[in-house]
């Protein structure tokens, strides 16, 4: 009977665990859209400044949830979220529109893709 609680205890903190993660990472898909939006903006008005700003508050975020979505996620995707993040750093930097917008248009695409691998459809489970 002691093995049997033990068990459906671990199960539920499991269960918990995993919805807490998928909310966090929905969180931070969702933050990393609305700050796309914003540098995008920032960059059409060809204002550089703001655009690495947001860009740089944006990479400091990912840098610092990145232990914790790891563990729930591939390595490689956050990994690829931070690259397109710095890119879009350096290429706002430079006041180069056209590298800035497609690394721009690279980090909100691989956040939607995330986003939909999250999604608990008959595709995403087989």
Known sequence: MKN?????VLFVLLIGLVFFARGRLMHL?????????????A???????KAYNE????????????????MYISNTDIENLINNCTSIAIYSKLKNDSDASAAL?????????????????LENIL
């Open 4 to 8: 049997n609680i033990i068990s459906l």
């Open 55 to 70: 860009s740089v508050n944006l990479l400091n975020i990912l840098e610092t949830d990145t232990a914790f979505h790891a």
């Open 105 to 121: 248009h690279i980090l909100r695409l691989s956040s939607r893709s995330i986003r939909n691998l999250q999604e608990p459809t």
């Open 29 to 41: 898909c969702a933050h990393i859209e609305t700050s796309c939006d914003s540098i995008e903006m």
């Open 43 to 49: 960059l059409d008005n060809k204002d550089y400044d």
